[in-house]
């Protein structure tokens, strides 16, 4: 149990400050520890939990994703055009929308992996490109959502909000696909170290890709989320995914270096944020001063999450 | 491929004096002399002196920008801060610009650059002492400089004056050349002395190499690093206030369509992302590039979204050529 606690520091940390974030939301909310206030909540974590999680596939292999709040705005959008009519299309439409997604994971894996450029910059080329099509597609905010389906999906089921529900199935299968299959542990083998994933024999370039294209996967289902609860297609919602998704992965303890961290620890890190920021509408603060404890509270968890470089033995482990 | 092992110079084919600094410079320089030609196809204006000083002018504000994000760049690090630093400064000067106390309104500049150094001390704290990743932690501290600024203009845009020497760096003319270019050649010019002739500048490409083995050698490590930073944040505001002087107003997100344009300068000049590699004449090549492929397609009177899509395009062939022909690791 113990050893199983310490392998898991960090996300039990970053859990710990989730569960005090939470109940002091639900201590300063109007309406106090109800089914609306923890559907909302849900709601809104699940959106920011899905785009961590698609930074978190890229990050696992050591790269990173400017291009995630672009590609769930393209899908948002793309969402907004097929979402709709008898349940087939609908389903096709889902099947489309998610294979947007996959592609634009895959023009980014493509790009890093053959084309040898580095995935900061790649992404923040195709995350121009991505949101360019979005906004070709859909220049103002518009289109229509099976409304059937976007209740179905965004209330709540005996008290429980189904968008946790989602989130849990969500985390549950990756977990079982990253912890449990070749190609899943291949993954955290290729972030820890890419060379001896390579003399290992893994066949680094392809999983490289799976992890692109999974995170683009992801992205599209985030996309998909976005308008079942916005209810259109809205091709500027991209930049606070991104910068929020790199947010969420680090405050859950997935390392940017690559090989560490779990899909579980993105989603945390997404919660805290997201908690964070409703806090604030509901704290008292005058609302202009909002934005900065915002940003006060961001740094100072990441450089809490940080205190660990105090105890190191020799500063040369800090130098690699 | 972090290891020094990979980053050291193996025998290739091109001759000695094309190196791969040189090579980028040459690429992107005649990146810059296609734009050109096929501008004037399209608007025979194109080749006119008067527009292309005027192209350089605003080149200069990216330019002085990207000076700073290179040398963060250069040491392996990155800085999102840009865009609010580049808004902060402005509001903070035509604050005190207008004034009424006379001593603050005559300080008004050297405030601003005071606040860039502030900010970029900021940064080097978390990414030097806490050892955050630098592309978190300058997020965060952007997003505190928006709360900041939020909170003291009142979401309104600030009031006051923009002071008279800003306006006269960023929109006069002497000789003929805007005086902005003049001042970003100088600027240029001390860069390229500090990067190439000073130990600082040494020690720069070394830390971007291998970080260990510039701390084995017993170098101080976290001055170079701070200094690095608080250099970035000092060229940022210099831009802002350039900026400033030509836009002749702050207002809120002012700084937000720099930060891309400013990292694409940088990279598609040569300059590794990961650090140690990249010379100064790709930057101040490659900001000419952007200004000029965005002045071009708003000539072409594009959408902003098949603009967008274009430039991110043109950016990634940009990437892929330096990654396809470059034997010798990643961009």
């Not at chain 1, 959502?145 to 299968?173: K, Q, R």
């Not at chain 1, 909002?290 to 800090?318: D, N």
Request: charged share 10%.
């Amino acid at each position: 149990m113990t050893t199983r606690l310490r392998q898991n520091a960090r996300e039990a940390i970053a859990a710990l400050a989730l569960v005090v974030l939470f109940t002091g939301y639900i201590a300063i909310h109007p309406r106090g520890f109800s089914t609306y206030v923890v559907t909302i909540w849900s709601n809104e974590g699940t959106l920011l939990g899905l785009a961590a999680i698609a930074q978190f596939f890229v990050v696992l292999v050591k790269g990173i994703d400017l291009s995630v709040g672009s590609v769930v705005a393209l899908t948002n959008v793309v969402a907004s055009f097929v979402l709709n009519g008898s349940p087939t299309s609908i389903a096709l439409g889902m099947v489309a929308v998610l294979a947007v997604g996959v592609a634009c994971g895959l023009v980014n894996g493509i790009a890093v992996v053959h084309g040898r450029v580095q995935p900061i910059v790649t992404t923040l080329a195709t995350g121009g490109m991505f949101s360019g099509i979005a906004l070709l597609l859909r220049p103002t905010p518009g289109g229509s959502i099976d409304e059937t389906m976007s209740d179905a999906l965004t209330y709540a089921v005996a008290g429980i909000p189904v968008s946790a529900i989602v989130l849990v199935v969500v985390l549950v299968a990756l977990l079982v696909l990253l912890r449990r299959t070749t190609v899943g542990l291949g993954l955290y083998g290729v972030g820890s170290s890419e060379q001896s994933a390579y003399m290992t024999g893994l066949r680094v370039n392809r999983l490289k890709l799976v992890a692109y294209s999974s995170s683009g996967f992801v992205a599209a289902l985030a996309g998909i989320y976005v308008s079942m609860v916005t209810l259109t297609g809205d091709p500027n919602i991209g930049p606070s995914y991104t910068l929020n998704s790199i947010a969420a992965v680090v405050l859950g303890g997935v390392a940017l270096s690559g090989g560490v961290g779990s899909p579980i620890g993105a989603v945390i890190g997404a919660l805290i944020l997201k908690t964070i920021s409703s806090l604030m509408f509901f704290s008292g603060l005058p609302p202009l001063a909002q934005p900065f404890f915002e940003g006060l509270i961001l740094a100072t968890a990441i450089a809490l999450g940080a205190l660990g470089v105090f105890r190191v033995r020799s500063r040369l482990e800090l130098y690699r | 491929m972090t290891d020094a092992t990979e980053r050291t110079v193996t025998p290739r084919k091109s001759p000695p004096w094309l190196n791969r600094d040189r090579m980028s410079v040459l690429l992107i320089a005649l990146g810059c002399v296609a734009l050109l030609l096929g501008g004037s196809l399209l608007y025979p204006g194109f080749l006119k002196p008067g527009y292309l000083l005027q192209q350089l002018q605003i080149a200069a504000f990216l330019g002085i920008i990207a000076t700073g994000a290179m040398m963060v760049i250069l040491l392996g690090e990155i800085d999102l801060s840009v865009p609010w630093t580049i808004t902060g400064t402005a509001i903070v000067v035509i604050s005190a610009s207008g004034s009424s106390n006379p001593l603050i309104a005559s300080l008004a500049i050297p405030l601003g650059l005071c606040l860039g150094m502030a900010v970029g001390l900021l940064n080097a704290i978390g990414v030097a002492v806490f050892r955050v990743p630098a592309m978190v932690w300058t997020l965060a501290v952007n997003a505190m400089l928006l709360g900041a600024a939020v909170f003291y203009t009142g979401n309104s845009r600030p009031n006051g004056e923009v002071p008279w020497l800003a306006t006269q760096a960023a929109t006069g003319r002497s000789f003929g050349i805007p005086n902005a270019f003049l001042v970003w050649a100088v600027l240029a010019a001390i860069t390229v002395w500090m990067l190439k002739r000073t130990v600082y500048g040494n020690y720069l490409y070394a830390l971007g190499n291998s970080r260990r083995a510039v701390f084995l050698a017993g170098a101080r490590v976290h001055l170079v690093t701070v200094a690095t930073f608080v250099l970035a944040g000092l060229f940022s505001s210099f831009g802002a206030i350039l900026l400033l002087g030509y836009t002749n107003q702050a207002y809120q997100g002012m700084g937000d369509p720099y930060l891309m344009p400013v990292i694409s300068a940088v990279v598609i000049g040569g300059t590794s992302i990961q650090g140690g590699r990249g010379n100064y004449v790709g930057t101040f090549v490659g900001a000419i590039f952007i200004t000029l492929l965005s002045s071009i397609l708003s000539v072409m009177q594009m959408p902003p979204a098949a603009r967008q899509i274009i430039f991110g395009a043109i950016i990634l062939v940009m990437l892929l050529i330096h990654g396809l022909t470059d034997k010798n690791g990643d961009i």
